[in-house]
């Protein structure tokens, strides 16, 4: 299997990501030379798919339970978002437009 | 000493070494003299000075990860680790130079430059907790925090020539560790010798209800696991980790440790891993594909720097494009693809089956009676700045006896077994789940001896 340049620019589009004519060049190239190393997860053997075995797995996930849906502690990510953000209004984050979407329409 | 002034005095030796006329680039924050303090006096780490990799969230200095997109970044809440750390004494003296985003193998990868191995400047220090184990090796501080999620904390430290531990994953709570790959990624500690290493993993150990993924079995006795000796155990060596290819002076140390371990006490006994074979081109799936998914949250809205643009996707794609370096992107393409229609199965589904066969090879040979396995930690010791850069694949080779672990979640830890034309070289330990204990006794036994020996 391997990626020709448009398929890498597709990539790109969907990983939110920009390169320029020869960065995706050599981008593609080196792709296609890492998968050609992951190939070789063609020879395995079927099976399922587990990541951990029991004795590995946290005992929670062993139980079937996850965690409670409030820590005793308050996460303190409410707080001091404003700090952190590169642009922040009346509480909220504030991003430019949609491509093509106005204004007006957006109300 | 005072219980401040061993720290104080890491902040002065590491000023002058990073400021002077050969930095070390370790450092990407030292603190400041008078905000030093000591929480608790009389704590297990009380005074001692420690550093922090720079994927760990704190509340005293700006968490950047090696990246340009976090520049500046101050975390409102502190990572566990860091808290539990500083709770039992500990002062951090400074954050540590990284791969961005934990992704690498040398350091190099930093947008604040490399950093330099203390034993060769010319060569890298490993990664990605290249600053950390280039900092412990450097004597600046006895200890320090790192994470692996491939082997992050136990190359650098063989590269190095000291101590590092990953943990079983679910050991010690990812609350505030910068998230790379979710389901490999674990906190481990560093030190110069095991005892230090597993002091630091004694305190920073054990569940977090803010961590999901951390878990309640109780913390054993890990730094008195260390003097305990080997008499008895079966040490299991896997073909796979010395394959005919081996620089047989690794070869020759790496027998001389099994040598040393059986004069212990140990028993020594050939093993077979016989999925080991798929282990890297597994880990370059499964690990980019989370990367994809945990780094789409660096978009330029919520935190770090935005690139301005007119609308949306394109300062999506602006903020991505420069705040992000060439590996970063390189991963968040491999695993958007590897994730994307019509891939998916081929790619994700199949690693994820590698994974667990890799995860029961080590069952099958803990089953059979083996106690742990040794192993060489890296197939190199320590390699020229530039010299894999240009060659993705030949970097993440560097990781094929690491990666394993962390696919496994099995625990490891690596230990200077001797040199190679001047460079460390470090062989592993790596143990069944929740069987740190263990390894910490044997990987004490071959530091006396070893030491013993060189002395």
Not at chain 2, 69 to 96: F, H, I, M, N, W
Not at chain 2, 401 to 415: E, H, Q
């Amino acid at each position: 299997m391997s990626v020709g340049q448009k398929q890498a620019e597709r990539i790109a589009i969907l990983a939110r990501l920009h390169f320029g004519a020869e960065e995706i060049e050599r981008l593609t190239e080196e792709l296609n030379h890492i998968l050609q190393h992951v190939e070789a997860l063609r020879n395995l053997e079927d099976g399922p798919a587990v990541v951990h075995s029991e004795e590995g797995a946290p005992q929670a996930w062993q139980r079937g339970s996850t965690r409670g849906s409030e820590a005793e502690v308050p996460d303190t990510l409410d707080q001091g978002l404003n700090k952190v953000s590169p642009d922040w209004a009346e509480g909220f984050f504030v991003v430019p437009p949609l491509p093509g979407l106005h204004k007006d329409e957006g109300a | 000493m005072t219980t401040l002034a061993k720290a104080a005095h890491a902040v002065g030796a590491i000023q002058e070494l990073e400021n002077g006329g050969a930095p070390l680039n370790a450092f990407l924050a030292v603190a400041h003299p008078e905000s030093l303090a000591v929480a608790n006096s009389e704590g297990l780490l009380a005074g001692i000075p420690l550093a922090v990799k720079d994927n760990l969230a704190t509340t005293g200095f700006d968490t950047t990860c090696g990246s340009k997109v976090l520049e500046g970044y101050r975390s409102p809440y502190e990572s566990t680790v860091v808290r539990r750390a500083k709770a039992a004494g500990a002062v951090v003296v400074g954050k540590t130079n990284l791969d961005e985003f934990a992704m690498g193998s040398s350091t190099e990868n930093s947008a604040y430059g490399p950093t330099l191995n203390p034993h060769d400047r010319s060569r890298v220090p490993g990664g990605s907790s290249g600053g950390s184990a280039a900092a412990v090796a450097a004597g600046l501080v006895p200890m320090a925090l790192g994470s692996d999620t491939g082997g992050s904390v136990r190359q650098p430290a063989a590269f190095c020539g000291i101590v590092g531990i990953k943990p079983t994953y679910g050991r010690v709570s990812r609350y505030g560790l910068v998230a790379y790959a979710s389901s490999l990624d674990q906190v481990g500690t560093l030190g110069r010798t095991v005892t230090d290493a597993a002091r630091l993993l004694q305190v920073v150990s054990g569940y977090d209800e803010r961590d999901a993924t951390s878990d309640e079995r109780p913390v054993p006795d890990l730094l008195g696991a260390v003097g305990r000796g080997v008499e008895g155990l079966v040490i299991g060596v896997p073909n796979e980790y010395l394959p005919d290819g081996l620089d047989p002076a690794l070869r020759d140390l790496v027998n001389t440790a099994l040598r040393e371990l059986e004069e212990a006490g140990a028993k020594i006994r050939r093993v077979s891993l016989p999925h080991t074979r798929y282990a890297i081109p597994c880990y370059y799936v499964l690990a980019p594909a989370e990367a994809s998914s945990n780094l789409s949250r660096y978009d330029g809205v919520r935190y770090g720097v935005r690139c301005a643009e007119a609308d949306l996707i394109s300062m999506y794609q602006g903020t991505r494009s420069t705040g992000l370096g060439i590996e970063v992107k390189r991963r968040i393409m491999l695993g958007t693809y590897a994730l994307s229609a019509g891939y998916y199965d081929e790619y994700y589904g199949t690693a994820q089956r590698a994974r667990r066969m890799i995860t029961e090879d080590f069952r099958s040979v803990f089953d059979d009676g083996v106690d742990a396995l040794f192993t060489p930690t890296s197939p190199t010791p320590a390699f020229k700045i530039g010299e894999r850069m240009d060659d993705p694949m030949e970097m993440y080779l560097s990781d094929v006896f690491t990666v394993t672990a962390n696919l496994a979640g099995i625990p490891g830890i690596s230990v200077p077994i001797g040199s190679i034309r001047g460079l460390p070289v470090g062989g592993q330990v790596l143990a069944p789940w929740w069987q740190e204990d263990q390894m910490l006794a044997i990987a004490g036994e071959l530091e006396t001896r070893i030491q013993g020996a060189e002395a």
